[in-house]
């Protein structure tokens, strides 16, 4: 007879490949916790003022990644009849940074859900792979991982074929950002610029419409455009 698809636990043999993998499984997850708190921390400030009631000149909100993953601040403000955008991007050290101009150069200002590009679909392959290696070295808690008699290999090996497709499509549906548009003419060239909005969800986009500044630039595009905003 082979071995059993689920095998009972073992708690005397810890063979190599089974400290190596609960010892992967752990650090992945001490990782990931000292990036998510660093994200929050870094980023705490402009999180108090991501709401339309805490800032009155504009609109801040975070770029999250999947939806969940916090990873940057957008803003886009409007004073003394100046427009100030600013991007902080914590993995990219090429992104907008500041950038005013006058009221008067500002051509659109639109809506748009950024689609998935390349990066984003290896991002989430890799992200969904190690999701699906570290979910499948769970059961070395109790199972050998040593591909013998107290090892549920089948078992585990499914849970990673499964998973990680699971998670990369996922992966994609969430990876979109609401994104704001805009438009400025600087003589004959006009430039677009993208900023993240709602925390990058479709579910917050109706709170825009609290913002007084930000209704004031809609405005001022449509009169610059001659076409509604949506």
């Given at each position: ?64 990644l999947w939806g969940f ?76 991982c040593d591909w013998g ?82």
């Amino acid at each position: 007879m082979g071995d059993p698809v689920f095998p009972p636990g073992n708690f005397t043999i810890w063979p190599l490949t089974r400290t190596g993998a609960i010892t992967f499984d752990t650090l992945v997850l001490i990782i990931a916790l000292i990036l998510w708190f660093a994200s929050r921390i870094i980023y705490r400030r402009e999180r108090l003022l991501a709401t339309c009631q805490h800032l009155t000149d504009g609109v801040v909100s975070q770029y999250k990644l999947w939806g969940f993953w916090v990873c940057g601040v957008d803003s886009i403000r409007i004073a003394d009849g100046q427009v100030t955008l600013n991007r902080l991007r914590g993995n990219c050290c090429c992104s907008l940074q500041d950038l005013t101009f006058p009221v008067s150069s500002l051509v659109d200002l639109q809506l748009k859900r950024k689609g998935v590009f390349p990066l984003g679909i290896i991002w989430a392959f890799l992200i969904s792979c190690l999701c699906g290696m570290w979910l499948h070295f769970i059961p070395c808690i109790w199972w050998t991982c040593d591909w013998g008699y107290y090892d549920g290999q089948g078992v585990r090996g499914g849970i990673w074929f499964i998973t990680w497709p699971v998670l990369f499509f996922v992966y994609l549906l969430l990876y979109a950002v609401l994104e704001l548009e805009v438009s400025v003419q600087d003589g004959s060239r006009r430039t677009k610029y993208r900023l993240a909005v709602a925390d990058g969800s479709g579910r917050r986009v109706s709170n825009l419409a609290a913002c007084h500044q930000l209704e004031t630039l809609r405005q001022l595009a449509e009169m610059r455009s001659d076409k509604p905003i949506s």
